[in-house]
Antibody
Framework: QVQLVQSGAEVKKPGASVRVSCKAS????????INWVRQAPGQGPEWMGW????????NYAQKFQGRVTMTRDTSISTAYMELSRLRSDDMAVYYC??????WGQGTLVTVSS | DIVLTQTPLSLSVTPGQPASISCKSS???????????LFWYLQKAGQSPQLLIYEGTNRFFGVPDRFSGSGSGTDFTLKISRVEAEDVGVYYCMQSIQLPPWTFGQGTKVEIK
């Protein structure tokens, strides 16, 4: 069965960067886009962008352009999302999503001085 | 960006009774490929969103048949024929016809009376 397992919770200081990983199993990794979605406390989901694991091509939401980088390592079926210059309002749970149907368990990123 | 407007924002339902949530889009979600890019998710407390309905009307794997999606163009409805205690949570509609970005409705909180 399709599974997406994300890395553990992170605590970062303002201005730092965070990298979240998403290891896929149960399907052909290169066959489906990986989307990244975040959800701030008490808020709805917010789409950040996607990566095509086959080509490495990416498409980022304008809001995150210049701060987000999505990459992948096909040899280990893992996608990564790095967000730089963290601010307090970046505190959220970050999810990877295969297509639209399969979500990782989420990674809580706390930004605090 | 496409705006999705959900109503109502909260719903209190007696077990065994039906429930209905509306999602209206600021633009048509019917693609030239014939598919409608409207999805429904349920997010239970402390969990990742789970896909219920894809392409407007199709139940995802393992979703009980008490859930159904209807609608076309800009107006969509999620119906629960007989609400059960396990159906509590926040329901979101989401569109992916226009990229970037995916956008989500505000969410509808469903609780049991």
């Amino acid at each position: 069965q399709v599974q997406l397992v994300q890395s553990g919770a992170e605590v970062k200081k303002p201005g730092a960067s965070v990298r979240v990983s998403c290891k896929a199993s149960g399907y052909t990794f290169s066959g489906y886009y990986i989307n990244w979605v975040r959800q701030a406390p008490g808020q709805g989901p917010e789409w950040m962008g996607w990566i095509d694991p086959n080509s490495g091509g990416t498409n980022y939401a304008q809001k995150f352009q210049g701060r987000v980088t999505m990459t992948r390592d096909t040899s280990i079926s893992t996608a990564y999302m790095e967000l730089s210059r963290l601010r307090s309002d970046d505190m959220a749970v970050y999810y990877c999503v295969c297509g639209t149907g399969y979500w990782g368990q989420g990674t809580l990123v706390t930004v605090s001085s | 960006d496409i705006v999705l407007t959900q109503t109502p924002l909260s719903l209190s339902v007696t077990p065994g009774q039906p429930a209905s949530i509306s999602c209206k889009s600021s633009q048509s979600l019917l693609h030239t490929d014939g598919k409608t890019y409207l999805f429904w998710y349920l997010q239970k407390a402390g969990q990742s969103p789970q896909l219920l309905i894809y392409e407007g009307t199709n139940r995802f794997f393992g979703v009980p048949d008490r859930f159904s999606g209807s609608g076309s163009g800009t107006d969509f409805t999620l119906k629960i024929s007989r609400v059960e205690a396990e159906d509590v949570g926040v329901y979101y509609c989401m569109q992916s016809i226009q990229l970037p970005p995916w956008t989500f409705g505000q969410g509808t909180k469903v609780e049991i009376k």
